[in-house]
């Protein structure tokens, strides 16, 4: 039943959205109002009809409604609530149709609250946009389509792509579609005007548009280089993969497009570059969307070969050459007013700024695209590599930052030279000042330090004029420098949300210099209880687990890291090997954060139960600047693009208004991007994981690394005395010549409680052979201790540590971690995580045994 009311509520889109683009074709040539109020109300039903489409797709996931195709090769009934609802856009069909939906919605947005500016170009711009909606309505009803039935329907579905299986994978696709959906708004206004030959206006009439778009497309793209660095298992985060380029190329056009239209806006020039980039941002949408779904490319990210490919290259051809045709049309009005003065001005800055921004484009453009060009012209592949995009697009990238540096600093042409004179020193001094930081810190080598010292000079360069004009207004209206700056930003949130955006575009520079330049990679074979160095690290085999999930196989390893004597943190990769899904492995990375590196682990292999395990290891140098700048880009973005009130003539009622619905849009777009940012940035994968079996964090990393030194196997036991729970006193010392099994764990911890009757089974069959046990409840009240030890039965010695002084004696990082020390007083045996009966009771027989 949804499978049939779905494709119904497809097609009726479809018919609407046709009708919107020709009601408002012919309410232009009739100027008929009444038309055009029609037109109106097709975009909207559309949007309706679209939306109730998207919610039945989503219902049939979560109802596991396997007789439905697209579910029964995405979903599963083991599947978690959260995947079920990604699952809805995991494979092509889903996604073409909240495309779909989401070009639907953006054409009802721009038609429901036209501006002054935008009412003149808003006929023509609806039927461009409702002819895109039925582009991409018609490929999904009748290429693509979600709701086609199997003929036998299975007991259970197949469940999702394992890589999929992260939780930034509900918000990077959305946030990737919202972009590109959004750059066909500046492509409609941009045709729009010329048209009506109205090319003055529409820039600003539809740079708010661009700006969301490009937002939107920073955010997808700065979730996806997460997931790959959090999932993928290769060290890094962007591999210059053709899926990944498909998403930068019209980010680069859209960013281009932003700095073009400041010129056009303000002294009337860059007309050309304008609609190019308008046009071009469109068509590269296009492009990805044809390289992904035709199967024309092969990626770990790209969907199967399909027969959608002809069709979008179509589309594609009549996009140029229908836009071409008409910019030569309409040539005459397009000539620049005010030509370039010189390359030194802030208008030649931007003019460089463009050029640079296009060369990157092509650069990308081309190593994208080469290894199928050349298959095709000599049989042969040639694929351009990372290396080769890294020489090609890095001193592009290093001439975009350089600019960005230098561009404040100038302004008309005459008077550039004095201006850069009296303030280019500060940049120069900041320059200076992180390239000799970077020296003293160990960075080495000329290429890498220029790169640094480039980004030193736009640091300084950025964060001078928000001091200069903070203290200029500080000064004026007597106010602290701090509320002058948050007053600065709420009178000209697009001067200093710009600003802040290149703060953290030059914070991200700072990442990708120090994570490409200073790479280490090595491979480690291990043995249980083997440590090995690794730089200035040591890392220390401790454990090895298997666990049946619901659907797949967790192998997980458990490691300690130090610098010197001191634990860092326990780090547990592991490797999920799904049997449903064609016995397909995702390994998930164990990493932990640095300001100066990360430390990267992949368990990549293991022999003899996991006696021997292999190990890839990575140290990513600078690697927190690239996710930190990364927010702070996204949070100037988000101040560019709120809108104000100031600039508006409202009345105080109508402005009132305007800001309460503002602060709720923005509200919840601030709440999806925090659930992102968790999801993405909140957890260190693999470090102390709160997987269900798994320890529990219950000290801080910075506890850990000042205060603690784990004992390894073979070292000597840390001694300590405890009050135990009974009233007597313990003491490690006094226990020489029996064996000792220390447990850590708390009352909250879920593996704890599994874990104690099967130590008190344990205790019970060995308590008469010279083996003492004890635990220890970390950070708790004696009170709630008691409590769990009589409800769950458990009798053998046990203490509260309510200061966690043997727990860092220990270099305890969480929870259930356990201890066995020989006769000899010295460590013998060491679980991180849960340990069970079976596997303690082995390791006792065998110290009995010697």
């Known amino acids: 039943m949804l499978a049939e009311v779905g494709s119904i509520l497809t097609a009726l889109a479809l018919t609407v959205a046709l009708y919107a683009a020709c009601a408002a074709f012919w309410a232009i040539r009739q100027s008929d109002s009444r038309w055009e109020q029609s037109a109106r109300n097709g975009v909207y039903a559309t949007t309706g009809l679209l939306g109730l489409a998207f919610l039945i797709l989503l219902a049939a996931f979560l109802d596991d409604q396997f007789q439905i195709r697209y579910v029964a090769e995405h979903s599963s009934r083991a599947l978690p609530l959260y995947l079920k609802i990604s699952a809805v856009w995991a494979g092509q069909e889903g996604s073409l149709l909240m495309w779909a939906f989401l070009q639907a919605l953006f054409a009802a947005l721009v038609v429901a609250r036209p501006s002054d500016r935008t009412r003149p170009l808003l006929p023509w711009a609806t039927v461009f946009l409702s002819l895109i909606t039925t582009f991409f309505t018609g490929v999904t009803l009748f290429l693509s389509n979600p709701f086609a039935q199997m003929a036998t329907v299975p007991a259970d579905g197949q469940g999702m792509n394992p890589l999929l299986r992260h939780p930034g994978m509900i918000f990077h696709p959305p946030a990737m579609y919202l972009g590109y959906v959004g750059l066909a708004v500046p492509f409609a206004f941009a045709l729009a005007a010329l048209i009506t030959r109205r ?199 290093a001439a975009l930052v350089l600019v960005m540096g230098v561009c404040p600093l100038l302004g008309q042409a005459a008077a550039a030279l004095a201006r850069l004179q009296r303030r280019g020193w500060l940049s120069v001094l900041g320059a200076v000042l992180v390239v000799g930081a970077a020296a003293l810190a160990g960075f080495t080598g000329w290429i890498p330090l220029i790169g640094l010292g480039i980004i030193g000079l736009a640091g300084a360069t950025t964060l001078a004029e928000y001091a200069r004009d903070a203290s200029a207004l500080s000064r004026r209206q007597g106010i602290n420098p701090l509320q002058a700056l948050w007053t600065l930003l709420g009178r000209n949130r697009r001067k200093y949300g710009g600003y802040l955006v290149h703060t953290g575009v030059i914070l991200m520079a700072a990442g990708i210099v120090g994570t490409r330049m200073y790479p280490f990679e090595t491979t480690e074979v291990l043995s249980l209880d083997e440590a090995t160095d690794v730089g200035e690290y040591t890392l220390v085999y401790d454990d090895f687990t298997q666990e049946a999930g619901a659907d797949h196989l967790n192998t997980q390893a458990a490691l300690s890291l130090y610098r010197g004597d001191n634990l860092l943190a326990t780090l547990r990769p592991r490797m999920e090997q799904y049997v449903n899904f064609a016995d397909q492995t995702a390994s998930v990375p164990a990493l932990r954060v640095g300001l100066r590196e990360d430390f990267y682990v992949v368990l990549s292999g293991w022999s003899d139960g996991g006696h021997v395990a292999t190990f890839k290891v990575f140290v990513n140098s600078l690697a927190v600047f690239l996710w930190v700048g990364g927010l702070v880009f996204l949070a100037g973005g988000t101040a560019a693009l709120w809108p104000s009130t100031r600039s508006a003539r409202l009345s105080a009622p109508q402005a009132r208004r305007r800001t309460a619905g503002t602060v709720a849009w923005l509200a919840v777009g601030l709440l999806v991007l925090t659930a992102a940012g968790v999801a993405m940035w909140g957890g260190t994968s693999g470090q102390i994981a709160s997987e269900q079996g798994t320890s529990e964090q219950v000290t801080s990393e910075q506890e850990a690394s000042e205060q603690t030194k784990r004992p390894r196997v073979g070292e000597a036991a840390p001694d300590f005395t405890l009050n135990l729970l009974d009233g007597s006193t313990l003491s490690l010392a006094d226990l020489g010549g029996e064996i000792v099994v220390i447990n850590f764990w708390t009352t909250w911890c879920a593996p704890c409680e599994d874990e104690l009757p099967d130590f008190q089974t344990v205790w019970d069959e060995y308590q008469d052979q010279d083996v003492t046990f004890v635990g220890i409840a970390i950070q708790e009240e004696e009170d709630e201790v008691q409590k769990m030890l009589s409800r769950l039965d458990i009798t053998y010695p046990q203490g509260v540590d309510p200061n966690q002084r043997v727990a860092f004696a220990y270099g305890i990082t969480g929870v259930p971690e356990t201890f066995v020390v020989n006769a000899e007083g010295n460590v013998a045996y060491i679980s991180i995580g849960p340990v069970s009966a079976e596997e303690l009771g082995t390791e006792l027989d065998r110290l009995l045994n010697q």
């Open 199 to 397: 090319i003055e206006d529409w820039p600003a009439a539809s740079r708010r548009w661009t700006l969301a778009a490009w937002l939107f497309l920073g955010i997808g793209l700065l979730l996806g280089m997460r997931w790959a660095y959090d999932v993928l298992g290769w060290g890094g985060y962007w591999g210059w993969d053709p899926v990944e380029n498909a998403g930068l190329l019209p980010w680069f056009t859209a960013t281009a497009l932003l700095h073009s239209a400041v010129m056009q806006e303000q002294r009337g020039g860059f007309r050309w570059w304008n609609l190019l980039l308008a046009v071009f941002s469109f068509t590269l949408v296009l492009f990805g969307t044809f390289t992904t779904r035709s199967g024309m490319i092969q990626s770990v990210h790209a969907f199967a070969r399909s027969n959608l490919g002809p069709y979008f290259l179509a589309a594609i051809g009549l996009t140029l050459a229908g836009s071409l045709a008409l910019m030569i049309n309409r040539r005459s009005t397009l000539a620049d007013p005010r030509p370039v003065e010189r390359l030194l001005s802030r208008d030649g800055m931007f003019f460089l700024t463009l050029l640079l921004f296009v060369t990157l484009t092509v650069s990308v453009f081309i190593g994208s695209v080469l290894p199928t060009i050349t298959e095709v012209l000599t049989n042969q592949r040639f694929e351009a590599g990372p290396d080769w995009f890294d020489r090609v697009t890095g001193p592009q990238f």
